[in-house]
């Protein structure tokens, strides 16, 4: 068995070694190149741009604009399509805007023979522009007399929902309650992945060709033809090795764009690649949320009544929208919900001036754990009751069942993971060793739980197609859908599709290039989705595969085929013991002269189930008072992942969230001009991305309980180690100081503020 042990990664050695091929390193050097002119305004109209400047200089093909490109609005957001218009995302964006709604808007693009001609030529252009005020904040995006952004959202709302569980009016009537309430606001962050937005577009034999860094070469394919008004199979997506994406790939960012730009120079190929200041406004950012958490309870710390309101900062265009904020619902009504208290949620999406906010790892989970996590530490020392017996008071109980989704907690994995943690960060005793501490630098520690679901089924399809073929060789290439984007996806599918066929996981060939012409259909990378709906497709063509060997090998045996199985390579009787090995068969079956076949199996699983994945963060810090900074001393992280496919590379995964969930907590935000709208520090230099000098040893730990409704027991492992930490961090800050901080990330800036109000400096 190959499933549950640490093989290496099967594009390990292409990576270290410099091999593997990224989008920029297909495309040839004589190319084309493609520059985006942006907006100087956040927030206006353009009335004219002079391109005749531009157009005249030397190695200029092309100049377009607003005013030359095709007048369709598209969505750009990598949800699978359906033919549903409810489940369809804002179709708000065009290739080129007329309407500018950022700092940074794309308005116009130049083509030419270099980078050099390409630059000049954008200094060389001239725009007019109608002016209005910048629009930063939901408040601003809200207020009466403000411009509208986009046409069909009054107010600028993009979308607003009321959800009540149960009478929430009734229940807080109860007399002896406790209310607590609190305001906590998360911010702009930016992914940060290493290879920028990138991508190459050509014209073959009347078609469309795309290569790109992209998460769903599929669900892009659809986006662009979409947006240039062709049909569908007029387009083909190729994707190569990608340099991390985290969810800002799950987005048709500039492949659009591009594949317009190459049929306006006769299918030449052009290449368009966006500098790293360009990625920060241009593509998308996590949501910055302002929450409203009020709770009613009675004196033992049971919940009577709870609300959430929430202002999701959606930016400029619709992208993912309203899904973030409504998944952070979720989480709200779904982690504690022992005691079927009362509950109302009401939440709005709001266009602003800024980054357009779309998927970031944790899918707005991140951003309302943050706050429900404060929330329950507020709550627990105000009640003056233990933070984690108050927690598992009002926790979702096992055998719990959502009604919606029909996901089930089958096990109780919150509390497992937390006795692992406390075990690991020595939670009573420092507990106790903290709490009096009174000098200028102070520890202290603090945890966080979190929730989360696998894929994305009911709210949207879940389909994967797996294609598996033999080799004259007794090997087996793989091809889904599902991409590799670093996270290892590669790897698992390899193990799964080892032991499912009954091979070495030596003799799987993972086909890690996606291509929309011969890949089957998949959706791409993204909700934690990966492993748990690709284990299915692969599991159902396994099945067909081993039938067509089985029947082969009894032809080349002489025995009945239900008499022979495959293990390990080699064809078995009923005793187990090895008749062949595999590759007899495969090459006698592919140059037989008489019943010669090419041996292959595809199949389409379309999953109607979903999985919890639970787990929890505890941290360590160390406050200097006086300087008004965090340190942060020890961080672990531990969940239920069902069962690990790959041990090492699940302890990856979490190591890596846990670093930008550290990042979200203490040091990141993308910050604006106020006056103006330009972003002020869109640059990894003034961008304070956490460093490895910035973390302490991180620890990752599992609890591995089966997941029943998965072929290998198998569920979400790549979002939810960045979902607790910062909530956790908060915690650590508040035992050390006694000071809660409702805003992150704790920078200085703001823990001077709140040190200063509670009288500490």
């Known amino acids: 068995m190959c499933v549950g042990k640490s093989i290496p990664r099967v594009d390990a050695f292409e990576k270290v070694t410099g091999r593997a ?44 604009t607003c005013f030359d490109a095709p007048d369709r609005p598209f969505p750009t957001a990598g949800h699978p399509w359906s033919t549903d218009p409810a489940h369809q995302d804002p179709a708000d964006r065009k290739l080129l805007n007329t309407r500018v709604r950022l700092y940074g808007d ?32 939901v408040e601003d995006a809200m207020a009466e007399g403000a411009a509208r952004l986009h046409e069909g959202s009054p107010g600028n709302v993009l979308k607003h929902t009321a959800i009540a569980d149960g009478d929430f009016d009734a229940a807080v009537r109860e007399e002896g309650l406790i209310e607590v309430e609190a305001v ?109 958490l009020r709770s009613f309870l009675r004196p033992d710390g049971t919940f009577v009544a709870r609300s959430y309101e929430a202002y999701s900062n959606q930016g400029a265009y619709g992208s993912h929208g309203h899904s973030i904020a409504a998944k952070g619902t979720n989480v709200f009504r779904q982690l504690y919900n022992r005691n079927d208290a009362a509950r109302k949620c009401e939440i709005w999406t709001v266009y602003t001036n800024t980054a357009t906010g779309g998927a970031m790892r944790g899918y707005g989970t991140p951003q309302t754990v943050f706050a429900i996590e404060s929330h329950m530490e507020d709550i627990a020392a105000k009640l003056r009751l233990d933070p984690i017996a108050f927690r598992f008071k009002n926790l979702m109980p096992v055998g ?45 520690v603090g945890m966080a739980l979190f929730w989360y679901n696998t894929a994305v089924w009911p709210i949207s399809i879940e389909v994967s197609a797996c294609r598996m073929v033999l080799n004259q060789d ?157 340190r942060l001393v020890n961080m672990v992280n531990c969940h239920d992942a069902g069962r690990l496919i790959n041990p090492l590379l699940a302890e990856g995964q979490v190591h890596g969230g846990m670093s930008m969930a550290a990042g979200f907590g203490m040091s ?11 972003p002020l520090n869109a640059n990894l230099l003034d961008y304070k991305l956490p460093t490895m000098l910035d973390h302490p040893p991180f620890k990752a730990i599992f609890v591995e309980n089966p997941e029943p409704t998965s072929p290998f027991g198998t569920k979400a492992l790549g979002e939810p180690p960045t979902v607790s930490g910062a909530a956790a961090i908060r915690n650590a800050v508040f035992h050390a100081t006694g000071v809660a901080v409702n805003r992150i990330p704790l920078t200085p800036h703001i823990l001077f503020e709140a040190f200063k109000e509670a009288g500490l400096v």
């Open 106 to 137: 794309d308005i116009a693009a130049v083509i030419a023979e270099d980078e050099v001609a390409a630059s000049r030529a954008l200094r060389a252009i001239k725009v007019e522009y109608e002016e209005y005020p910048p629009l930063l904040t």
């Open 21 to 64: 091929k990224y989008t920029d390193d297909l495309c040839e050097r004589n190319v084309l190149v493609a520059r985006i002119l942006h907006s100087t305004v956040a927030n206006g109209l353009v009335k004219k741009i002079d391109t005749a400047a531009a157009a005249r200089l030397p190695g200029v093909v092309k100049v377009v």
């Open 184 to 292: 906590y606001r998360t911010p702009v962050v930016q992914h940060c992945h290493i290879e920028n937005a990138v991508s190459f577009a050509y014209m073959e034999k009347g078609r469309v060709v795309v290569v790109s860094s992209t998460q769903i070469p599929h669900i892009a394919r659809r986006i662009i033809a979409q947006a240039l008004g062709l049909p569908w199979g007029k387009v083909r997506v190729i994707k190569p090795f990608v340099g991390g994406g985290f969810g800002n790939k799950q987005d048709a960012l500039y492949e659009p764009l591009n594949a317009w730009l190459t049929t306006l120079v006769g299918g030449r190929t052009v290449k368009l690649e966006l500098s790293r200041e360009e990625v920060f406004f241009g593509t998308r950012v996590r949501h910055g949320l302002k929450m409203r």
């Open 400 to 444: 719990y069942v959502d009604p919606f989704s029909k996901n089930k907690n089958f096990f109780p994995s919150f509390e497992q993971c937390v006795e692992k943690g406390k075990a690991y960060i020595d939670w009573d005793r420092k507990r106790a060793a903290y709490r009096n501490d009174s000098g200028p630098v102070r520890r202290g």
């Open 474 to 630: 007794g090997s087996v290439q793989i091809q889904l859908a599902e991409t590799e984007i670093g996270q290892g996806a590669d790897t698992v599918f390899t193990q799964m599709a080892a032991d499912a066929i009954g091979i070495r996981w030596e003799d799987v060939h993972a086909v890690t290039t996606q291509d929309t012409d011969v890949t089957p259909f998949g959706t791409g990378a993204y909700g934690s989705r990966q492993t748990y709906v690709g284990s299915a497709a692969i599991v159902q063509a396994t099945r067909l595969l081993r039938e067509k060997i089985l029947v082969h090998a009894a032809r080349y045996t002489g025995l009945p085929a239900g008499s022979l199985d495959l293990v390990g390579g080699n064809i078995v009787n009923s005793a187990n013991r090895v008749l062949c090995p595999l590759s007899e068969v495969a090459t006698d079956t592919l140059y037989h002269t008489e019943y010669a076949e090419h041996i292959t199996a595809e199949s389409t699983a379309q999953v109607k189930t979903n999985a919890y994945s639970f787990g929890c963060t505890f941290a360590e810090v160390e406050v200097d008072i006086p300087l008004a900074k965090v």
């Open 668 to 678: 990141e935000e993308l910050l604006y001009d106020p006056a103006t709208g330009k």
